[in-house]
């Protein structure tokens, strides 16, 4: 397996100084970046934070791969409930491994599609419950505190959806992950026999992709687990190493930090150029700006810091976006996605039509135009003076996307660590969900409700 990073394009000899970093710099802030190592290898020793050792927890995968085999062959169809962390990480899976649903193969029993339930937009919930036969489909609920009100509200509509067509059968069709001993999601498992699968208490939802959160919907639809895992296992070792050079994950953290603080790129472009990758962008977004959006620093001091992350797909989005990123206000860093070797290579046929606009790409691949297509967004990019850096895959299966999952992880605390921030709380979340509760009549919120009537009395 392997991974490189390539922050070329990132330094001062490429972008010059206003935009690019100096060797200087990174020479002079290096000890913070290992000072930032030493602080989360504690927190994570500790124990405070689990996400670093899922990969070793050979136990509950082989609980979830014992499981799925038991079940395989009974649904054609994975219904996932559930939303944010406990959504995205199995849709990065799906569509890394598996490819974006229209070019997926045709799903069977012996090939479940994967059908997530992200939001509570009832046309689309509707929409997604008719595609589905309720005999062929096995549900898996996601939410780790047992009450996220969007999770809560589908999930009932779900299960009595099933129920109607399976009565008590349906309890056998159903597996909960949350946290076990807590919450009224595990009390209604407990109560009506589902399967049950725990988060660790220390592994927060953005960061719980190689728990059971991702590795269940993986495995119910026939991702090699082991592989993913394997993957970012390898990936940990080297993330804990105390040397830029070896540490991918410590080096882009210190490269980005550096970029966003000391030449002002509040905004951070996340560019894969392949399809496959756009899933992982997605769940990299809400990882990045829920974890490093954050008021106030570990002591207190407000300082209302973040990044804001954006979504770009190569070589699409040349055409949609790169125009503002290369004219437009230089508030932005640019992390290029690549895959070195694809699955296949798209060879263009010669076709000797007598236009030049045609004739020229006959007998060449797909795979040489996008690697093109990359490489000349960020030449120009660097001639407009906008700093880039560029992940490359080795290839893209199992092992390098767990391995890249678990790289994007550590350079996201890593990245809290050189902030001096808490990475891992969400009140900003939190307050909007109280809200909710609130407005929906959830005993126990009613101030929030009354706090929110002010908020709409205020409103012209």
């Not at 008590?168 to 597996?175: D, E, F, L, Q, V």
């Not at 070896?246 to 953290?253: C, H």
């Not at 000349?376 to 391995?403: M, V, W």
């Amino acid at each position: 397996m392997q991974i490189r990073f390539d922050d070329s394009s990132l330094r001062s000899e490429v972008v010059g100084e206003a935009n690019g970093i100096t060797s200087k710099e990174i020479r002079e802030h290096t000890a913070q970046a290992i000072e930032a190592l030493k602080g989360f290898k504690k927190i994570s020793e500790d124990g405070l934070q689990g996400f670093p050792h899922l990969p070793f927890q050979t136990k509950t995968a082989n609980e979830i791969l014992k499981f799925a085999q038991s079940v395989r062959g009974t649904f054609d169809t994975v219904c996932l409930v559930g939303i944010g962390g406990s959504a995205l990480g199995a849709w990065a899976l799906d569509c890394g491994l598996r490819g974006p649903h229209p070019v997926q193969p045709a799903f069977s029993t012996r090939n479940p599609r994967l059908v997530i339930l992200d939001n509570v937009d009832p046309s689309f919930t509707a929409a997604a419950l008719a595609s589905m036969d309720p005999k062929k489909t096995f549900t898996v609920v996601i939410a780790k505190s047992g009450s996220t009100a969007e999770t809560v509200a589908t999930f009932l509509i779900v299960r009595d959806w099933m129920m109607k067509k399976l009565g008590r059968k349906a309890a056998r069709r159903i597996a909960a992950v949350t946290t076990i001993g807590s919450g009224d999601l595990h009390k209604l498992a407990e109560r009506e026999g589902y399967t049950e699968f725990g988060i660790p208490k220390n592994v927060g939802g953005r960061f719980s992709v190689l728990s059971p959160v991702g590795m269940l919907p993986a495995a119910l639809v026939g991702l090699d687990i082991r592989k993913i895992l394997k993957g970012a296992a390898a990936i940990t070792h080297e993330c804990w190493q105390p040397d830029l050079k070896k540490n991918t994950a410590l080096r882009a953290a210190l490269m980005h930090y550096l970029a966003w603080t000391l030449k002002n790129k509040p905004i951070q472009v996340a560019f894969p150029y392949s399809n496959y990758l756009w899933g992982t962008a997605f769940w990299f977004r809400q990882l990045w700006a829920e974890s490093l959006g954050k008021a106030r620093t570990r002591d207190g001091v407000e300082v209302h810091v973040g990044q804001t992350p954006v979504a770009a797909l190569g070589a699409t989005d040349q055409h949609s976006q790169v125009q503002l990123y290369i004219e437009g206000p230089n508030d932005k860093v640019f992390t290029f996605w690549t895959v070195e070797k694809f699955s296949g290579n798209g060879r263009i046929p010669k076709a000797k039509l007598g236009l030049e606009a045609f004739d020229y790409l006959g007998g060449q691949t797909l795979a040489k135009l996008i690697d093109a297509e990359q490489r000349s967004t960020a030449a120009a990019l660097a001639e407009a003076g906008r700093p880039s850096c560029t992940f490359t895959l080795g290839k893209l299966d199992a092992e390098h996307l767990g391995g890249f999952l678990q790289l994007m992880e550590f350079e996201t605390a890593l990245m809290g660590e050189l902030l001096n921030i808490n990475a891992f709380d969400q009140e900003g979340v939190e307050l909007g969900k109280r809200f909710t509760y609130g407005l929906m009549g959830r005993a126990g919120f009613e101030s929030y409700r009354e706090r929110l009537k002010e908020f709409e009395k205020k409103r012209p």
